[in-house]
């Protein structure tokens, strides 16, 4: 028999009844919505190891193949790379800068020396392509030391993620993480 509240009789009293014939309906309400809620936290628990498991395979996949950390260190390598021959073009292009620069000085030098017979107008437009020359010479002067640190850093980076990608360190806790939440 299961305690509860009678909604219906089914018998009256002194009424003769076979064995497993109903007397009575329960009002079962309050079982319905107990029953309700124990499926909802069912599917709540089956929906969580669903996600569980989903991860454990995601974590499972990075740490055998942990593409987003290759994909890093090739970029930095790329840019290291870059600024590595950017560092090694550099004297070439200082040295292209500092002719332009001295043609430019030249040709300025043989306008002002011409007097009156070169108009002002020419004479200025020289006198802007010496100051274009002389700022591009000191800009590639400044840039060897940026250049230089920046390889640095660059080596730094790409050497951090190659023993980032040997060891695996974050995949690794990753893995144990999603182990742990379907245990």
């Known amino acids: 028999l ?13 009424q003769h009844v076979e064995k497993g014939e109903p007397v009575a309906r329960l009002i079962d309400t309050d079982a319905k919505l107990a029953l309700a809620q124990a499926e909802a936290q069912y599917n709540l628990q089956q929906a969580e190891v669903q996600r569980a498991e989903a991860a454990l395979a995601a974590a499972k996949t990075n740490f055998a193949k942990p593409l987003s950390l290759r994909a890093a260190l090739a970029d930095a390598e790329t840019l290291l790379s870059k600024t590595e021959l950017e560092l090694s073009n550099l004297p070439f292009t200082l040295d292209a800068a500092k002719t332009r620069q001295e043609l430019a000085a030249v040709n300025v030098r043989r306008k002002e020396n011409a007097g009156e017979a070169i108009p002002g107008r020419i004479l200025r437009e020289a006198q802007g392509e010496l ?21 640095t850093s660059l080596s730094n980076k790409r050497d951090a993620l190659a023993e980032n990608l040997k060891l695996l360190t974050e995949e690794t806790r990753a893995l144990a993480e999603a182990e742990a939440n379907l245990a």
Do not use: C, F, K, S
């Open 2 to 14: 299961a305690a509860g509240v009678i909604q219906d009789m089914l018998v009256v009293e002194g």
């Open 131 to 151: 100051a274009t020359a002389i700022n591009a010479v000191n800009e590639l002067v400044a840039r060897e030391p940026l250049l230089r640190a920046q390889l």
